[in-house]
């Protein structure tokens, strides 16, 4: 019973004193703080960034975090963060202020750093267990990758880790995780009440949680959010910053090809609106995809054709209006009633990785459809209907298009992306009968291959150009 009363005790005056100092450290710190940004590496870039602030009363409040060595107690305080892309994290900086008792025995009771990062669940972290992190580091005080600086005479600290320096640099990708940065602290026992503290911060997602694993301040083991916490520390988060370079892309996984079936056959013509398709299974890993035909016997790495796939080369599935395809073959020098073979498959890639080709190569036979041709000639004029190649080709950002009437007629020239969005129309009227030239200004647009066709009564044709800016 003794000893029990005697634990209840020091817990008391323990928390007691936690209160008393952390008014004390408020205060402190609130006319010490100067702020700390990190200088980036030449080579990494800063992933994420949450620095301490002020408050609108001019007040500062911290967060506990800390592994009390001699004691065997941990306290762990985790807020939230999410990276832009995959990285590899090489550098975690901190921010936050002592314990006034700490400070004067700064080097001895700091003896090493560790940080967890734990996996989100239902907008918490998951459970503290061994080996249920996601990732975790420790460096000691006074080796390689470990730098602490306080400046005399206040009790603001920062903590750099350097993980690569150290030999622990780790992978995340852009789901939601959540940071715990504890130092490790050897605490004599007339020390107890001190510990470091993080700064309040802004928050990315949720309000920071606390987990006392050892029933300090009285709680049940948990993670708890601030504003459920019955102690002087308002809720508040963790002054991080993360640095790191993009992760190294795995290689897309294999794939096959799924329509149109190996040896089939389309029709396309210079006026047909109908759309012609090709799809394929999702290759593991695979951020990007490209359509490729060649001339049986062919190359794919020199491709008569390459085409991004939907969604800006994102999707499975390529997607074209016939008319579309007729004009990409009549600029490969093909013309109307031809039968071109050709032989297709798919590229996936992903980020900067070598391409992965589909399983298959599949046949492909399409029939190119002629136009009308109307001739009269004793007029003196075109002899036909035409459309002529632009010029110039390619071309920045203007271009002029020719045309010939063999009779006055309603004439609609139109442009079109390679996807077969109309993005222009140059001409919808009546045009006298002769050759004539539009031109076409393409500064609103990127740079790409566009498709330009014409219209007039019965005759249509489509021909390709090129914008290169």
């Known amino acids: 019973m003794t000893q029990r009363l005697l634990y209840?005790?020091?817990?008391?005056?323990?928390v007691f004193a936690s209160t008393v100092n952390a008014q004390n450290l408020i205060?402190?710190?609130?006319t010490k703080y100067n702020g700390f940004t990190p200088t980036l590496k030449s080579d990494t870039e800063m992933l994420f960034e949450q620095a301490i602030h002020i408050d609108d009363e001019g007040g500062i409040s911290g967060i506990v975090s800390g592994t009390f060595e001699?004691?065997?107690?941990?306290?762990?305080?985790?807020?939230?963060?999410q990276l832009p892309f995959p990285a590899e994290i090489t550098r975690l900086s901190f921010e936050g202020f002592q314990g006034q008792a700490a400070s004067e025995a700064f080097e001895t009771i700091f003896i090493a750093m560790e940080v967890y990062v734990y996996a989100d669940v239902s907008n918490n972290p998951d459970d503290v267990e061994e080996g249920s992190e996601v990732a975790f580091?420790?460096?000691?005080?006074?080796?390689?990758g470990l730098e602490v600086v306080r400046e005399d005479g206040t009790i603001i600290f920062t903590v750099v880790m350097d993980l690569e320096e150290a030999g622990l640099t780790f992978e995340l990708d852009t789901q939601r995780y959540w940071m715990v940065a504890a130092p490790v602290m050897n605490i004599p026992g007339d020390q107890q009440?001190?510990?470091?503290?993080?700064?309040?911060a802004e928050q990315t997602f949720g309000e920071p949680q606390l987990n006392s694993l050892d029933g300090l301040f009285g709680l049940e083991p948990g993670w708890i959010p601030f504003s459920g916490l019955d102690i002087i520390w308002e809720p508040a988060g963790l002054s991080m910053f993360i640095e790191g370079r993009p992760a190294a892309a795995e290689a897309p996984g294999p794939f096959s090809l799924m329509s149109p079936e190996n040896g089939a056959q389309i029709t396309v013509g210079p006026d047909d609106e109908s759309l012609i398709q090709a799809s394929w299974e999702a290759s593991a890993n695979a951020t990007n995809y490209s359509w490729r035909a060649i001339a049986p016997g062919g190359d794919f790495a020199e491709p008569s054709l390459a085409l991004p796939a939907d969604n800006d080369g994102a999707g499975t599935t390529i997607t074209l209006p016939a008319f579309a395809v007729f004009a990409q073959l009549v600029d490969l020098g093909n013309e109307p009633g031809d039968i071109v073979e050709l032989e297709w498959t798919v590229w996936a890639t992903s980020g900067e990785s070598e391409p992965v080709q589909a399983d298959e190569t599949w046949t492909l036979s399409i029939v190119m459809e002629g136009g009308d041709v109307s001739v009269d000639p004793e007029t003196g004029l075109p002899t036909r209907f035409a459309l002529n190649n632009n010029y110039p080709n390619p071309f920045n950002p203007t271009t002029n298009i020719s045309f010939d009437l063999p009779q006055t007629s309603e004439v609609t020239i139109e442009v079109f992306n390679i996807q077969g969005q109309r993005v222009a129309t140059l001409v919808n009227g009546t045009m006298n009968a002769g050759s004539q030239t539009v031109a076409f200004d393409a500064s609103g647009l990127s740079s790409g291959i566009y498709?330009?066709?014409m219209t007039a009564g019965s005759f249509t044709q489509t021909n390709k150009m090129m914008l290169v800016k």
């Open 27 to 30: 205060e402190t710190a609130t």
């Open 70 to 81: 001699q004691s065997f107690q941990r306290v762990l305080s985790a807020d939230d963060f």
């Open 8 to 14: 209840l005790f020091v817990v008391f005056a323990f």
């Open 451 to 453: 498709l330009y066709r």
């Open 137 to 144: 580091a420790r460096i000691e005080f006074g080796d390689p």
């Open 193 to 200: 009440g001190n510990r470091m503290n993080w700064g309040r």
